[in-house]
T-cell receptor, first 115, second 116 residues
Framework: GENVEQHPSTLSVQEGDSAVIKCTYS??????FPWYKQELGKGPQLIID?????GEKKDQRIAVTLNKTAKHFSLHITETQPEDSAVYFC??????????????FGPGTSLSVIP | EPEVTQTPSHQVTQMGQEVILRCVPI?????FYWYRQILGQKVEFLVS????????KSEIFDDQFSVERPDGSNFTLKIRSTKLEDSAMYFC??????????????FGPGTRLTVL
């Protein structure tokens, strides 16, 4: 089955700096890659996603890139703010091939933005 | 903005007791899921549900677990005889087919289950 790895497990950055989180997946059939932000005591909140027919997607300070050949995808947060502090999960799914599909999560990255 | 809701937020139970975790998915969604997250670990898939039947289940989802959509709005997860290792956060999610695929899943805030 699909396996998603994520690095680093913890990341501290100064406010205003950029943060990069990298993920790899194992199943080349995966074609949908969401990113979730989880704040303490809350459920995962979708922040951005990318589909396999796209190499890059940007939404304000957040961007994701996908390299299908290498089975890598990354999250980039620019101009980080203290409210960006949370656990970030990358995930993979075959949602475009089946009518529904489970989301396989990575282990998470705990991001701390230091004011 | 529509959101997935879950009740209760925290459930404490004795080992061997039955628990029912409740979810109200987003109203026009057709696909429903349960995931769990043991403290400090990754979020794990339990089961998906569509058209009033289970679509897929993981190896975690054994005979002690069941799901039901008792009416047009609720989606429940029942654990028949809880074990200590069932202690976790349980998340409900729902999705709507977009362009033929139901890939974007929206998660509820979770129910923290503590088994003593």
């Amino acid at each position: 089955g699909e396996n998603v790895e994520q690095h680093p497990s913890t990341l501290s950055v100064q406010e205003g700096d950029s943060a990069v989180i990298k993920c790899t997946y194992s199943d080349s059939a995966s074609n949908y890659f969401p990113w979730y932000k989880q704040e303490l005591g809350k459920g995962p909140q979708l922040i951005i996603d990318i589909r396999s027919n796209v190499g890059e997607k940007k939404d304000q300070r957040i961007a994701v890139t996908l390299n299908k050949t290498a089975k890598h995808f990354s999250l980039h947060i620019t101009e980080t703010q203290p409210e960006d502090s949370a656990v970030y999960f990358c995930a993979a799914s075959m949602g475009m091939k089946t009518s529904y599909d489970k989301v396989i999560f990575g282990p998470g990255t705990s991001l701390s933005v230091i004011p | 903005e529509p959101e997935v809701t879950q009740t209760p937020s925290h459930q404490v139970t004795q080992m061997g007791q039955e628990v029912i975790l409740r979810c109200v998915p987003i109203s026009n969604h057709l696909y429903f899921y349960w995931y769990r997250q043991i403290l400090g670990q990754k979020v794990e898939f339990l089961v998906s549900f569509y058209n009033n039947e289970i679509s897929e289940k993981s190896e975690i989802f054994d005979d002690q677990f069941s799901v039901e959509r008792p009416d047009g709005s609720n989606f429940t997860l029942k654990i028949r005889s809880t074990k200590l290792e069932d202690s976790a956060m349980y998340f409900c999610a729902s999705s709507w087919p977009s362009g033929g695929s139901a890939d974007t899943q929206y998660f509820g805030p979770g129910t923290r289950l503590t088994v003593l």
